[in-house]
């Protein structure tokens, strides 16, 4: 067998990036600002509930759909935070991670040749399991600094062959919260061409400006979206891969038909612990909130005193600098660590189309204070 192996439809999809700037930071002693995972463990009564399940013996093969206190906790959480309704045991599906909920979504609902509306920049997952999926992707350009986008860009993406409208909001990598008329505009074009809409709301909870509204709970979305969260963010859980997908009946049954072909069921234990983790008291969520959004401006404050061009975010835990149009955010990354010890991405790993992200790169905020103020002090000794 000759090389190359991997799939014509994988080629160009694997990015080394996070790994070789993950690399770059232990073999230089730099500070990762590049990959997103915090450096702190979750709550402690989530983390107790997950030895607990452990030791009470929940270490066998869940049901398919999820544990039905999970299923119950997270139709609750939705009914709590986003006003919406859901059956726990035909409109909730428990995934490894809002990954594998992604992934399901698009190999159930997209044909060969379907095509799947994307924002870019966007999550690097996207576009390789619209690959996967032998679909089609389609690419509405957000613009910085504010990160807007054309509404003719939009109408123009969804044509006959779109199956799936993928937003992503609050969006990673840029912390754009979409507004309501935003969304109001997306939902109307969903329904006029009569499309599905797939959403991943893995960052609903870190909101700083602006709020966070599901698109499903728009006039028409209900009935054609596939919401998608999951505990990773949220609970600081990133390694759990505890994720869930809530819809209508059948968009969720066609949905758990492909998580059944790709993991059949996941994280035994940790399903009970993210329920009692999803109950917890709205001090947790503002404390959560309100600890990043100090994290936020410690680290914007610090790359602007270092003289760089931020772009603040309204959610997520990345920020975005823009080093203008001379300057490759790739190189420039590259030689962050030997220049101040501090590792970031270049968001060009983000984008369909690499010349619209090659001046962008994101920074990580969701580390310890101590991390972050270390950090700032080493980034402004380039502007020294
Ligand atoms: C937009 C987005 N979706 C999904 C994920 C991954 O979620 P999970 O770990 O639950 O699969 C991430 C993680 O960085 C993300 O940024």
Not at 259 to 283: C, E, M, R, S, W
Not at 289 to 301: N, P, Q, T, V, Y
Not at 330 to 348: H, K, N
Request: net charge negative; hydrophobic share 45%; proline share 6%.
């Amino acid at each position: 067998m000759r090389a190359p192996y991997l799939s014509a439809r994988l080629q160009g999809l694997g990015t080394t990036i996070f790994a070789e700037m993950s690399a770059l930071a232990v073999r230089t002693g730099a500070i990762n600002l590049g990959q997103g995972f915090p450096d702190t463990d979750g709550p402690a009564e989530v983390l107790e509930a997950a030895v607990a399940a452990i030791r009470d013996g929940h270490n066998q093969y869940p049901p398919g759909i999820g544990v039905a206190s999970l299923r119950q906790a997270i139709a609750q959480h939705q009914q709590r935070f986003w006003g919406m309704a859901f059956d726990p045991d035909t409109e909730a599906l428990v995934t490894a991670g809002a990954t594998e909920a992604v992934a399901a979504s698009i190999l159930a609902l997209c044909d060969t040749g379907d095509e799947v509306v994307v924002f870019e920049p966007s999550y690097d997952t996207y576009a390789a399991v619209v690959a996967m999926a032998g679909a089609r992707l389609r690419v509405v350009p957000l613009r910085a600094p504010d990160w807007s986008f054309d509404p003719d860009e939009l109408r123009a993406a969804v044509g006959d062959r779109t199956k799936v409208v993928l937003l992503n909001s609050p969006h990673n990598p840029t912390g754009k919260v979409f507004t309501r008329d935003e969304l109001a505009l997306i939902a109307e074009v969903c329904v006029e061409r009569d499309v599905i809409a797939v959403t991943d709301e893995v960052y609903e909870h870190l909101i700083y400006d602006g709020e966070h509204l599901p698109l499903a709970s728009f006039p028409g979305m209900g009935e054609r979206t596939v919401t998608i969260s999951s505990a990773g963010k949220t609970f600081s859980l990133t390694g759990w891969k505890v994720g869930w997908a809530c819809g209508p009946e059948p968009l969720i049954a066609a949905v758990r038909t492909a998580k059944q072909h790709l993991t059949f069921v996941n994280g035994a234990p940790f399903q009970p612990a993210i329920a009692v983790g999803l109950a917890l008291g709205d001090d947790y969520y503002d404390g959560l909130r309100e600890a990043l959004r100090a994290k936020r401006d410690l680290l914007c404050d610090g790359l602007e005193s270092a003289g760089l061009d931020v772009i603040r975010p309204a959610g997520t835990y990345f920020a975005t600098v823009d080093l203008g149009a001379r300057v490759d955010g790739m190189d420039w990354c590259r030689t962050l660590p030997e220049r101040c010890g501090v590792v970031a991405i270049p968001s060009v790993v983000f984008y369909d189309e690499p010349v619209r992200g090659r001046h962008l790169v994101r920074f990580a905020f969701c580390k310890r204070d101590d991390v972050l103020a270390e950090a700032v002090v080493r980034l402004k000794g380039l502007s020294a």
